[in-house]
């Protein structure tokens, strides 16, 4: 599998972090941990925190600002962990002069931004990846690697649960704030990324917060099956659960069982298929479905930290090996799909009075 | 509480069970154990198959046509235990005979049908109930009670998930042959019953049979929250799981956990409701949200049939101390909200050309 | 495997179920409903309870003593479901008169009766068997194939928990209700049986109800290995497992989760072997032990009523195929455990002042 | 309750940690943020290892010889976090200079050199505390208030299971190991302490390790119930369970259920007292125990670290205003059934060839 780095010769690559806030620490503690960087900078307007940071992660130097980080320091890449609407503006700058450039999820504020950044890392020949996380920790990885290798059979239907109970965002309804981490994963573990035909959204404001606060996203995939994430912020009980359904097994994923977090039932259903095949389309409606009840199976998973595996991927995809699995382009789907969600929730509001639709047909992504 | 019925001096209602098939034996025995109840007949084509429920159920008459049973057979009551199409027709005969008449879930197939059916027993000033078994158990019967307590304060949202490996249906999609248990339950339990604004239908059908096998069922309830509900043939893990998220409790119902089936979160969500009032509307946008984790709680459940309480009820009704809490009303609001969905389906299908609406706005059903 | 029962050719085989009250309709049922078996009487003293069972079960004769029963009727085999200490009595006399005979648990109220019985039915040349359903189950039965198959590696270590809320039994402790339950299914599923060197036992009566209601019953086995079983009437949690730690994998029975009833964990421990065997005795205390993390897996099992394959078995062992796998000498290796139990139990009660020992070093039993 | 500790006015207490492997680092990361303590040095005969945690903890001196430290330093406290066998001589020391002493579990490596550190303290007039971080944590403060309360009422019996894989220790069987943390806890909840009458110690070697890896421990408690403790090194599944069932509730704690922790069961189990005191001995036995299924409590648990709350409770001890909760006493009581349990299996261990005793009848430890 080509997500496993090489523990390579080359000399460390020089990095630094932009936002020394809630994210950015841990960004700054793997690469100060690792062979294959060498933490340079830590870039943030209050120096005071950037200070604070650098101690912990051996004393890179301190700079108050991203002109001074870009024009001052000798640099290969920029890990950027500010705000959101920030990241467009900074990853633009960096690519211009140059840097390869990690960005915090989600890759920018809209997908006109995350277009242009994509675009210009293509054109300055930099690489663009998303810090999707989760999609390097063990258990991801691993379901990536039974769909890869068709473990499930053909995909029937995709559930995700990710429910706690949890603040209000200031900037953002619950769709921006959790769904990035479904949408991320699904990327990454569906054969082919994450293609939709059609998304529907309906999001839920019982509280009158301004914006959804329970909410419901249901993607119609090009292969025709349904995706459905449940993301709620006002849960009492936390659930961490995707489901991903197949003609020959069954994953379940909880993550919040460490004990066994990824379970495979190797349970089918069938279609009398000889039935069907001699019968008119009428015979067909009627064809009996079988299921068979197999073992239960629960991969190992071995332990690391994911965000020093995706530092590593970071490095190798700049030394030429691969292209990052969480490239732009991933993160870019990911936008659309907030995006059309935003959409189907705005005609669905309108809709209330006109009854028009609340479904958006995406344009082909690809 | 309503539900409780009082043990009666009155002499035993006599019924005849219509159909010895699948549901009916439930019937018959509950009938057959009764004080309240005299199981006169049981009813079936197959005079066979009637025979030897007989012989279980303390040897009634077996009686092999509906006019022959209305005809010559003293009865105040009809339980019906046939196929749903076949619902509408036998009712209305033995309404139209003046007696009293339990059909099992659902009414009829569809809400012209159960419509006629609701009239005609008004108009004949006889009882007609359905027989939602779930209404009746421990746990729904708390539900009920917490709810008209108001101990969860104003409804947030609702999800429900009913999932197990199934056996695709011949004459029914996942939507009918599941998602009645979930609306018959939540028509009980909210206080007013169960009055939808729009209901929107997803479904997907993986396995090319025909018909939906997984479904998501998402309403907008009177009251502006939302209720989702998730039905699936296909997973090869059994859930039945509702949440019902309030104000101030939240709870949880995992009929598959026998030793907590019921828990209550006394965890609440507010938001800085004195900053709101304070506030423009764009400040109250960035209205923070508190939340509190309180104590959980299980309240335990008394044991007993739920089918025994039931057809309790049904004699209750009869004997004219209350109507049926599980009335003919209540399961046309079952109906129609199962047929705005097949109506939200269709539009969906047609709107993957045309771009239409795949909700459905409800008229007022009251 | 032995365990699976030919269907024969043979004619049925002729038996009475003696005892018609809390057990014996299990068995009258199964015997009634099975081919190998023709159900020709009930015996009771109890005439109308008798009668109540005989009309449920295909109408066979009810008779109300035992000697009119074996001098009356033409039977090949009785089932005994009376209370333990008339279980001798009555297998004694079947036994003397040539029947085969199957005893609920336990088969005897004490060793000597058992011996006795099993002698007698040796003699007689009749099966004597004992009705340790569990051993039927068809979890249990998976547990005894992966054992005798080797899967779990050597044994290291065995602990069952059987607890939950339960009546005190006016006769027995908690230990003899509950026990022989564990106990039977270690002799059943443990190459070779269950072979004992020590016995310990620790019992109180928090409640001074003048038995034991909570217990600790330590065994060392042949091996060397400790197997431990806790049983507790007094528990608000109900819990049913079992876990047999092997040098291989590690096998956990949760009877009470449906879902996942057995989990085989494919993880070892090992002393670092290389360096044992090079060091000496002080050295090899400080041997270090690896652990390996390997799957886990949970076998799909196949669901039958347990009683049914019992009276299966014990039909092909009066046929002749081989001895049946729960047999009265099997049952007598629990008695004798529950035996030395009581035997630890008093001598600790006595050492409480004379500081005696309360393990009982067990004679060989075979 | 006594063990809230005041925000205090006096200025800070001066510390030195000692010992900056394992659990040091822990110690002295609590104290440098603590406003009530002041981190004067780190002790440890490897320097590179003092200094290094001395540049995470706010640069306190860096001191290699214990001499150096009590000579040279003012101090009013040490931290001793080395090696169990070097406890008693570094806390002689330490309370011989005068210096209040908190020492990491276990207390010493028996209970003559824990008497002794007692003693001295005693006599010094200094604090001497055990470091039972267990003791601190939410949860068991919880189960602390609730018996303290008598909310479980009379206490029934006490189980505690505490088996994962672990890895084999150098120095210690499975009970030094594991059973301090559940011998602490219970130390710390039971109102009045552990006072043990018998102990019985069960070990099992199955892997030829040169010492028990698996263990139960029985202890007869003064008031006469028994209290039962599981360790276990082998077992692939991680369980931190124990049970406290009490005449009225019972209470369970789960610490691996971060959703739900502990759980009270508001439960009862009753002889017939009515009964019983009408009735001889002999009847009583017969006395029929009913139980109740009330409702299953869940208290929410506030969130902090434990070992801040150790530390805090510490100063306070020093400062005057209460004993310790874990003060030397509640060491020496865990040390001595550490000790009665080596003696119990020692004498075990004699008796398979001479049958004598394993249960060790306690001295009365207060």
Redesign the interface.
Known sequence: MSIAADISVYPALRVAVVGAGYWGPNLARNFAMSTEWELVAICDLDLERAQNLAR?TGNPAVVGSLDELLADYDIDAVAIATPAHTHHKIAMQAITAGKHVVVEKPLADNSAHGTQMVQSAANAGTILMADHTYCYTPAVLKIRELLAAGELG????I?STRIN????Q?DVDVFWDLAPHDLSILDFVIPGGLNTR?V?A?G?D??????S??G?L?MELES???A?I?V???????IRQM?I?G?KK?L?WDDLNP??RLTV???G?D?DRQKMIRSD?ED????????R????????LSEFEPLGLMISEFAASIRGSHRPPTDGLSALRVLKVLEAANDSLAQ?SH??QT?????L?MENQR
Chains 1, 2, 3, 4 share one sequence.
């Open positions: 912990k053909e995909l029937l239907y559930d109970l949890g603040l209000v200031p059609t529907t309906l839920s019982p509280l009158h917060a301004g914006k606060c329970v419901y249901s025709g099956i349904l459905h449940n709620n912020w006002l849960s009492p009980t936390k489901v359904g003609s069954t379940v004990q066994q039932f190797d349970r259903v279609l389309a067909r409606k009627g064809a009996t479905i079988s299921y009840l197999g073992d239960t199976w629960s991969p190992a669905r809709g209330e009854n028009n639709s609340q479904t047909v």
